[in-house]
């Protein structure tokens, strides 16, 4: 019989006491950390609602057609009546930013401390700072009643991924998904279609979970046709969701 027993060293086994006592105290004062991040965000932005998380591409040059649409987007989401959040950051973020902070509703900045980040944009009028990547995450869905992703890479891809999971697993509430410009998400939504579907990775319905539009008034429709029949508040279910995000 294989003998599964393993030798698994614990905190307290370190071998320098020093160093054991040192850690230790890293450890528990980083939880603290964590916990004050989700406090500050919780406290900051729970009634600022309805509201939609904007993603998009950091490198998206100022003034180009898709840095300008952004703007558009998130001063139609704004003068609406929706409160407009973003990462902070410089493109496309900088542009919901912008967008948001010219109109009448709040324009929120989840800042990261990043190597490339060393500062948010200037266009917020709620500003947060975030060490902690999950912590932010977080907070995206948490306070969002919709996620409008533009272009983007790694960054975008991973916050779309996180709705998506979290909705097609019913661990998060149903918002809408609008991704806006087909001619970019197409090679990928007919990827979702050729492979994730026909290899039974994902049902064919879980598409439905995202809606692809043009330009800033169909970002705008989408979203209140959303809504139409059941309001922006959330039901008990929903907000026993969100507590265990």
């Not at 995450?137 to 916050?159: N, R, S």
Request: hydrophobic share 45%.
């Amino acid at each position: 019989m294989i003998d599964r027993q393993k030798n698994i060293p614990t905190l307290r086994a370190i071998a320098t006491p020093d160093r054991a006592t040192s850690v230790k105290a890293r450890e528990s004062w980083q939880m603290w950390g964590i916990v004050s991040e989700f406090v500050e965000a919780t406290e900051r932005l729970s009634e600022v609602r309805p509201a939609v998380s904007v993603f998009g591409s950091a490198r998206t040059p100022v003034g180009s057609p898709r840095y300008e649409l952004a703007v558009r987007i998130a001063r139609k989401l704004s003068d609406a009546g929706f409160a407009v959040i973003s990462g902070g950051g410089g493109g496309i973020m900088e542009a919901a930013n912008k967008g948001a902070f010219s109109g009448p509703s709040p324009s929120v900045g989840l800042n990261i401390e990043l190597p490339r980040e060393k500062c948010g944009n200037a266009y917020q009028n709620i500003s947060l700072r975030f060490r902690h990547f999950f912590a932010r995450k977080v907070a995206f869905v948490k306070h969002a009643a919709a996620y409008v992703v533009m272009p983007g890479g790694f960054g975008t891809l991973d916050e779309l991924s996180e709705a998506l999971t979290l909705i097609q697993t019913g661990a998060g509430r149903k918002i809408p998904i609008v991704l806006v410009d087909g001619s970019f998400w197409r090679g990928l939504l007919d990827w979702m279609r050729e492979r994730l579907v026909v290899d039974g990775m994902i049902d064919e319905q879980d598409l439905s979970l995202m809606q692809v539009v043009e330009d800033a008034d169909q970002v705008v429709d989408a979203i209140f046709d959303f809504y139409e029949m059941r309001g922006f508040l959330q039901t008990a279910v929903e907000r026993e969701q969100l507590l265990y995000l």
